[in-house]
């Protein structure tokens, strides 16, 4: 499976994003998938993650109520809407496939076995 995540930028705090993550190669539809993200100097943290046909979904505290994930399996494709930003959503955003098919929804980094590269968001105040 590869990912390419797209939509970052430079928004102003208080605006919004939407993130999108495009899967090609081995089909990541029947697979749960995450949002995760990395700031300078800190390590990767999860987001926000997503059932294989989209049914649950659950977020980190820090986001809850700003940010919505959701996906289009017939576009092979997941997206995370992030309104309210704040300065402290600056991070590199990067999206991942479950090594597990189905299951619970994954907030560790060790439950992930694809990754994406990675797309920039900067929240300025």
């Known amino acids: 499976v590869q990912l390419q995540a797209s939509g970052g930028g430079l928004v102003q705090a208080g605006g919004s994003l939407r993130l999108s993550c495009a899967a090609s190669?081995?089909?990541?539809?029947?697979?749960?998938m995450g949002w995760f993200r990395q700031a300078p100097g800190k390590e990767r943290e999860f987001v926000a993650a997503?059932?294989?046909?989209?049914?649950?979904?659950y977020y980190a505290d820090s986001v809850k109520g700003r940010f919505t994930i959701s996906r289009d399996n017939a576009k092979n494709t997941v997206y995370l809407q992030m309104n309210s930003l704040k300065p402290e959503d600056t991070a590199v955003y990067y999206c991942?496939?479950?090594?597990?098919?189905?299951?619970?929804?994954?907030?560790?980094?060790?439950?992930?076995?694809?990754w994406g590269q990675g797309t920039q968001v900067t929240v300025s105040s």
């Open positions: 991942a496939v479950m090594r597990a098919p189905g299951g619970s929804l994954g907030t560790s980094t060790y439950e992930y076995d694809y």
């Open positions: 190669g081995r089909t990541s539809s029947s697979r749960n």
């Open positions: 997503i059932s294989w046909k989209g049914g649950r979904t």
